[in-house]
């Protein structure tokens, strides 16, 4: 299969399961100079025989098609057809998911609610050699490399001292409130300070009030004078552990403060990676795991393996945005208790997964 990238010509494959989009992106399409859809998929179990027939150099592709990994579609794509320019048309925005898939090599990601006129132009900029994203994800995209809070990460303890230190605690009563000495309240403030990049009680206030996230997981801890986390769990009279595993921490927050909301005697433990979600297996053996398929560039399912063999007793609950049947044959094949659409994990949901798999 030989490939151009050039101007001259344009040899579209789409991909969608839906037939009425690829007819809207088909008609779009045809006042597009030197441009023709060579053809169509539906399924994600016919794209890579379909590239073998046809002679596309360019891959108009959804990521929630059935029989689909996209992760792994795309980097199988990049090592057999390193010229094919691949552009992403998804309902999907979420920024962690769609940087995952930028750094496994597409060439461009665009939103179905976009105008049609921005399709056109997006794949004249793939084309030609340039990246592409639609304009809402871009921006968000951006703040997210330029905000100094996303990188950073604070414990437990720092977070609550930043949370008292924000309410007008001098160190004295934020020893007091959580059973440390003042010393050991000095020694916090000047790592924070640090980590921050600030040099006094009043920048470090005021970089808190604009990263608000930052103390978005700080909990209420009782007071305690050298205690971990670990052993505050056990003082709170924690029933049960929950393993949180998804690369969105935005989303793990939300899940994190339902489960907390319909149950305060349940710990919450996250983790945004494999690595992360063995740790905390291993470490506190958590009574159910709630894992979501995509991780960043890595699999889920794999994930939940692993996890297996390391915790056995830990009921494992498959979640993704993309509940297509390949995901949930495998995640069945792997012993996972169930297998949910994100946007079906409410409290509702939520409270019978708890019942479920711990009560």
């Known amino acids: 299969?030989?490939?151009?990238?050039?101007?001259?010509?344009?040899?579209?494959?789409?991909v969608d399961d839906h037939a009425v989009v690829r007819a809207g992106i088909r008609n779009a399409l045809e006042s597009v100079p030197n441009?023709?859809?060579?053809?169509?998929?539906?399924?994600?179990?016919?794209?890579?025989?379909?590239?073998?027939?046809?002679?596309?150099?360019?891959?108009?592709?959804?990521?929630?098609?059935?029989?689909?990994?996209?992760?792994?579609?795309?980097?199988?794509?990049?090592?057999l057809y390193p010229e094919l320019r691949i552009l992403v048309v998804s309902a999907f925005d979420d920024d962690v998911y769609v940087q995952g898939l930028m750094n496994v090599g597409?060439?461009?990601y665009h939103l179905k609610d976009q105008p049609l006129s921005d399709l056109r132009l997006a794949i004249s900029k793939i084309m030609s050699g340039q990246r592409w994203v639609s304009s809402r994800l871009l921006d968000k995209?951006?703040?997210?490399?330029?905000?100094?809070?996303?990188?950073?990460?604070?414990?437990?303890?720092?977070?609550?001292?930043?949370?008292?230190?924000?309410?007008?605690?001098?160190?004295?009563?934020?020893?007091?409130?959580?059973?440390?000495?003042?010393?050991?309240?000095e020694n916090h403030l000047t790592r924070l300070y640090r980590q921050l990049d600030v040099s006094s009680r009043l920048e470090a206030v005021?970089?808190?009030?604009?990263?608000?996230?930052?103390?978005?997981?700080?909990?209420?801890?009782?007071?305690?004078?050298?205690q971990t986390t670990d052993t505050l769990d056990l003082e709170q009279n924690i029933r049960a552990t929950?393993?949180?595993?998804?690369?969105?921490?935005?989303?793990?927050?939300?899940?994190?403060?339902?489960?907390?909301?319909?149950?305060?005697?349940?710990?919450?433990?996250?983790?945004?990676?494999?690595?992360?979600?063995?740790?905390a297996a291993v470490k506190r053996q958590p009574q159910l795991a709630l894992v979501d398929v995509?991780?960043?560039?890595?699999?889920?399912?794999?994930?939940?393996?692993?996890?297996?063999?390391?915790?056995?007793?830990?009921?494992?609950?498959?979640?993704?945005?993309?509940?297509?049947?390949?995901?949930?044959?495998?995640a069945s094949a792997i012993g996972?208790?169930?297998f949910l659409d994100k946007k079906d994990l409410d409290s509702a949901a939520i409270r019978l997964i708890i019942q479920d798999n711990i009560d």
């Open 336 to 338: 996972a208790a169930a």
């Open 242 to 279: 929950v393993l949180i595993v998804d690369d969105n921490p935005r989303y793990r927050k939300q899940l994190e403060r339902t489960v907390s909301r319909l149950h305060t005697d349940i710990a919450i433990v996250q983790a945004q990676n494999t690595a992360e979600a063995l740790e």
């Open 1 to 14: 299969m030989q490939h151009n990238s050039g101007m001259s010509s344009i040899r579209v494959l789409l």
């Open 141 to 185: 995209l951006i703040g997210n490399e330029t905000d100094p809070a996303r990188k950073m990460r604070l414990t437990k303890r720092q977070k609550q001292i930043l949370s008292l230190l924000q309410r007008g605690l001098d160190n004295y009563g934020i020893g007091r409130e959580i059973g440390i000495s003042i010393k050991t309240v």
């Open 35 to 79: 441009l023709t859809v060579v053809g169509e998929v539906a399924d994600g179990a016919d794209l890579f025989p379909m590239l073998q027939i046809v002679d596309a150099n360019c891959l108009l592709i959804d990521v929630t098609m059935p029989n689909f990994n996209p992760i792994e579609a795309v980097q199988r794509i990049r090592q």
């Open 294 to 330: 995509v991780l960043g560039n890595e699999e889920g399912i794999v994930c939940a393996e692993r996890m297996r063999q390391t915790a056995p007793d830990t009921r494992i609950v498959m979640m993704s945005a993309y509940p297509d049947r390949e995901f949930r044959r495998r």
């Open 106 to 108: 597409v060439s461009g």
């Open 206 to 226: 005021n970089f808190i009030n604009k990263h608000p996230q930052l103390l978005s997981s700080t909990a209420n801890l009782p007071n305690s004078t050298s």
